[in-house]
Nanobody, 118 residues
Framework: VQLQASGGGLVQAGASLRLSCAAS????????MGWFRQAPGKEREFVAR????????YYGDSVGGRFIISRDNAKNTVYLQMNSLNPEDTAVYYC????????????WGQGTQVTVSS
């Protein structure tokens, strides 16, 4: 699976952004999809995960209630709607894919930069 993340940018605090991750290669609908982020000097952090049917959603503690993960299996794309952004959300955001029932993410996208100014 090849993953291409897009949609990052520079926004002010309180704004919204929607990230997209387009997948190609193996059957997209066989994989659970996740979003992670990594800020400078910090460890990579789990943001959100969605199972392959799209009916089970999981969020990291720092983004729950503000971010929404979704997917369109017909378009081989997973989305991350980010609302009420604050400077602490500044990071490189990565999408990743894993087989259902496995804990390890096998495939990673290249990342997209999100910068939130105060």
């Amino acid at each position: 699976v090849q993953l291409q993340a897009s949609g990052g940018g520079l926004v002010q605090a309180g704004a919204s952004l929607r990230l997209s991750c387009a997948a190609s290669g193996r059957t997209f609908s066989e994989y659970d999809m996740g979003w992670f982020r990594q800020a400078p000097g910090k460890e990579r952090e789990f943001v959100a995960r969605i199972n392959w049917p799209g009916n089970a959603l999981y969020y990291g503690d720092s983004v729950g209630g503000r971010f929404i993960i979704s997917r369109d299996n017909a378009k081989n794309t997973v989305y991350l709607q980010m609302n009420s952004l604050n400077p602490e959300d500044t990071a490189v955001y990565y999408c990743a894919a894993k087989r259902t029932g496995y804990s390890r993410y096998e495939y990673w996208g290249q990342g997209t930069q999100v910068t939130v100014s105060s």
